[in-house]
């Protein structure tokens, strides 16, 4: 099936999802419902990742609604396209927050839209969740992030790499989508990787453009780069750009065992749309995969299955998408209260189960603690967990590579003066 092909059976899920969802509450009064956003693009270059966010949080909704929804209402979800357009991601987020008046937003995916709605949700002192793994340097009172930092998923897997387990690289090819994620995501990783003794002339960064599909030149550059061995890349290329990179990766010969890359934008979701053979041994790293063996992971994976497809997948970003419904939830229930200033204080430091385990929401930082583990692709799609991390880690706002003397910024936003 084909990139586009599959994308227009995403859309037609996607109409079908929301539809259910609204269904049963479409003759309930206002007084009955509580509105939440879901910002996230169903179209675009986007589209292949974050249209999976939107299914996780509407399978969330439908399972709350079942069981009675949330101080007795049933939640309304508002469902809106921002296309991959960051302009247009404002302009729905402000349309969710003074026009529909949701109680809390759930979305975005890249951080340049995350960056273009802030604005929104500071001015009006809403709420964002937001469930994707970011670079970090940033503490809004305004936004919960549900996915990892920098320092539980990009410094780690850098250290695996370095380590004998991990091939003992010395060598880091750090190619990325040119927007604000990789560039930071870059930045921690380069001030790390020379802490930890790496050449400056061992480090090399490229960036391609939204929706890129030509990796000739650049796959070219990586294979002269990696000649001689002890060779890696991190990539933080996203969304279907992701397709023709790691095609032309197996055009030129490159493997696994010579030259690994390590995404941390592709997970079992993006996999689906991909030629999975030739991408078998390399890595990504993440907070949660869908191998992981517990009975409450593989009935999440089952219900997912059950709503969109028996053909669908579960990610890291859908989990996190899924369980910061129940973390809003949850919330809410412990203020007796949709306000979000009472709801933003009921988050810090609450413990919760998710499908991948317990996790915990920081006492102050607005962030997750998280396992970390690292992935190698199967032939199925699927990933092998070939590391993990001892217990939760603790999520870090801002990098310690880039503020060695601990002087971070105050937070932004938070309750109108």
């Known amino acids: 099936m084909s990139l586009s092909t599959k994308l227009r059976t995403f859309l037609r899920g996607t109409a079908a999802g929301v539809l259910a969802s609204l269904g049963s509450i479409s003759l309930m009064t206002a007084a009955d419902t509580v509105k939440i956003g879901v910002l996230h693009s169903l179209s675009g270059t986007m589209a292949i990742s974050e249209i999976s966010c939107k299914d996780g949080t509407l399978l969330a909704v439908k399972e709350i609604n079942a069981k009675g929804g949330v101080l007795g209402k049933m939640i309304e979800p508002v469902v809106v396209d921002p296309a991959s357009n960051w302009d247009l991601f404002a302009e729905k987020a402000k349309q969710l927050v003074t026009q529909d008046k949701v109680a809390v937003t759930f979305g975005c995916w890249t951080s340049v839209s995350r960056k273009s709605v802030l604005p929104v949700y500071e001015s009006n002192n809403a709420l964002l969740f937001y469930p994707v793994q970011y670079e970090g340097e940033e503490q809004s009172l305004n936004v919960f992030y549900t996915a990892a930092s920098p320092n539980q998923q990009l410094v780690p897997a850098a250290e695996y790499l370095m380590s004998e387990e991990g091939g ?42 939204f ?64 030629d999975v053979p030739p991408l078998v041994g390399h890595l990504a790293a ?25 053909d669908r997948v579960v ?23 949709f306000e979000v200033d009472k709801v933003r204080a009921a988050v810090y430091g609450l413990e919760f189960d998710a499908p991948g385990g317990k996790k915990k929401m920081d006492e102050k930082n607005q962030h997750t603690y998280k396992p970390v583990y690292i992935g190698e692709i199967l032939k199925d799609g699927q990933f092998k967990i070939v590391w993990q991390s001892k217990g939760l880690v603790k999520p870090d706002s801002y990098s310690s590579y880039l503020w060695p003397k601990g002087d971070y910024p105050k937070p932004t936003g938070g309750p109108k003066k």
Request: overall charge positive; some cysteine.
């Open 286 to 310: 993440w907070n949660y995969f869908m191998s992981v063996d517990t009975p409450a992971n593989k009935a999440f994976a089952a219900a997912f299955k059950a709503e969109y497809g028996k």
């Open 168 to 209: 003992a690289c010395k060598k880091f090819f750090l190619l990325g989508t040119d927007y604000v994620f990789p560039r930071t995501a870059n930045k921690v990783l380069k001030a790390f990787l020379m802490a930890k003794g790496v050449k400056e002339a061992d480090i090399m960064e490229d960036y391609t453009p």
């Open 315 to 337: 990610s890291d970003p859908i989990e996190a998408a899924y369980f910061g419904v129940y973390v809003w939830k949850a919330a809410v229930e412990k203020a007796k209260s």
């Open 211 to 274: 929706g890129h599909k030509d990796y000739q030149t650049i796959v070219g550059n990586i294979k002269k780069f990696a000649a001689g061995g002890k060779a890696c890349v991190l990539s933080t290329i996203n969304g279907d750009s992701n397709v023709p990179f790691y095609k032309e990766f197996a055009n030129q010969g490159l493997t696994a065992a010579e030259c690994p890359v390590m995404a941390f934008s592709v997970a079992e979701d993006e996999l689906r749309a991909m």
